[in-house]
């Protein structure tokens, strides 16, 4: 799955954005529109919030992921799931009440996401992570786009996969931050579900081919460890 991040797209044209990798030429197009929700309070950064989300929800059918890199998410997360969001991620460095969250972000119809940042393990959230639908990986320190992928963090999400594999987790592992063509391949070995990718797909020449670059070459890369593996 590939999910555009329009952290990287132009807000004066968001809904032109969303539609540039959308379906078109027989090209499926995006699974997702990643939404990067910044406060700068979490992240030093501020971006856009639940106004905008609810314009992108009318004016594009692609699934919106909403990312939200906020303080409190336990107050503002469910808000973006009742304007339709159909994945909200929150951060488990920012969260009083995981399982709540989780709770409440399916009662409003979305599927609910954890995020972990590049230096948080992942063990001490294995049991509530039973809870929710994705776990995202940062890849890089949240906040900012167009920063350089950091490969260690691909150790948690081999252990994600294990883990999903092994049927002790249910979830789709998700992965953000430096994604691009040469990267895309390692996260894709390691186990990766979902790529968010924002400057490799909105500085391109033609952001839906990018969109489809992408894809082919992380199936092409797990499709060669599972026959390995085979």
């Given at each position: ?204 020449v033609d952001a839906g081919e990018a969109v489809e ?18």
């Amino acid at each position: 799955m590939i999910a555009p991040s329009i952290l990287s797209a132009d807000f004066a044209r968001l809904a032109e954005e969303a539609a540039s990798v959308g379906p078109a030429d027989g090209r499926p197009g995006a699974d997702w529109l990643h939404v990067d929700v910044m406060d700068n309070h979490f992240v030093p950064n501020l971006t856009l919030g639940l106004p905008v989300v609810q314009a992108l929800r009318a004016a594009t059918d692609i699934p919106l992921d909403c990312h939200l890199m906020i303080e409190d998410p336990d107050r503002w997360a469910v808000g973006y799931a009742e304007a339709g969001a159909h994945n909200v991620t929150v951060h488990a460095e920012a969260a009083a009440d995981l399982l709540g969250i989780a709770r409440d972000l399916r009662a409003a119809g979305s599927r609910a996401g954890l995020s972990i940042k590049p230096n948080t393990p992942l063990e001490p959230y294995l049991d509530v992570l039973r809870h929710y639908d994705t776990l995202l990986v940062m890849s890089v320190e949240p906040g900012f786009g167009g920063q350089s992928f950091i490969p260690e963090t691909l150790a948690k999400v081999r252990q994600a996969r294990h883990l999903v594999d092994t049927g002790h987790l249910r979830l789709l592992v998700e992965i953000d931050g430096g994604v691009n063509a040469q990267t895309i391949e390692a996260a894709a070995e390691a186990g990766v579900d979902c790529f968010v990718a924002g400057s490799a797909v909105y500085s391109a020449v033609d952001a839906g081919e990018a969109v489809e670059h992408l894809r082919s070459r992380a199936v092409a890369a797990a499709s060669a460890v599972h026959r390995t593996a085979g």
